[in-house]
């Protein structure tokens, strides 16, 4: 089993539909939860750290199920700007270094 | 405005060459990574370091080496060792090392990336 594992994607979906991306990771004591959004032949930036309440930025909301061992990212209204990959990360353990673990990917193209 | 500065952008090379990818920052920040991207794959890691003159092996080091001897400068060398060097290579940044919890400290701020291909 992969340590963090993405929907394989790719999602297509049109201008305004609400879409959700999961991720599972396979260690129970990770600590800490990123989505990163790489747009096509760039560099990953991040998109929002995930908190265990869950938060929210605008049209984004990012949820963490310690239970279930996954995280989500919803975003709702898409816009064509938002057609990019989506990256979720995890903090490994101490006896992993501490190291960012990411999951493949999964991409989003948000059509007119 | 603070960064982190890769070059060069694109990369050709022939097999049985080493090359060198720069990297620099100058966000004053005290770890530094290396990453590849292959298409349609994770990021995956290479070295790190979180501390002037010490690094440590990612998880596919062989075929690379890496110096940190100033705070604002990690660069990579890509040895005729490595087999498949053909890749996206990325270098990033972060405030801490990677044993802290805090989620500030562990925001990764990337580079461009150099694109490498081996002829």
């Known amino acids: 089993r992969k340590e963090v594992e993405q929907d394989p994607g790719p999602f297509n979906v049109p201008e305004g539909a609400t879409v959700a991306f999961n991720c599972t990771y396979s260690n129970s004591a990770s600590q800490s939860f990123f989505w990163y959004r790489q747009d096509c032949r760039k560099e990953p930036k991040l998109l929002m750290s995930v908190y265990s309440s869950g938060n929210e930025d605008g049209r984004f909301t990012a949820q963490l199920n310690r239970a279930s061992q996954y995280i989500s990212l919803l975003i709702r209204d898409s816009k064509l700007s938002d057609s990019a990959t989506y990256l979720c990360v995890v903090k490994g353990i101490y006896n992993q270094g501490g190291k960012l673990i990411f999951g493949q990917g999964t991409e989003l193209s948000v059509k007119p | 405005d603070g960064g982190i500065t890769q070059s060069p952008k694109y990369l050709f090379r022939k097999e049985g060459q080493n090359v060198t990818l720069s990297c620099e920052q100058n966000l004053n920040h005290d770890a530094m990574y290396w990453y590849r991207q292959d298409p349609g794959q994770g990021l995956r890691l290479i070295y790190y370091?979180?501390?002037?003159?010490?690094?440590q092996k990612g998880d596919i080091a062989e075929g690379y080496s890496v110096s940190r001897e100033k705070k604002e400068s990690f660069p990579l060398t890509v040895t005729s060792a490595q087999k498949n060097p053909t890749a996206f290579y990325l270098c990033?940044?972060?405030?801490?090392?990677?044993?802290?919890?805090?989620?500030?400290?562990?925001?990764?701020?990337f580079g461009a990336g150099s694109r490498l291909t081996v002829l």
């Open positions: 370091s979180q501390i002037v003159n010490d690094f």
């Open positions: 990033a940044s972060s405030i801490g090392s990677g044993e802290t919890i805090l989620f500030r400290a562990n925001v990764l701020t």
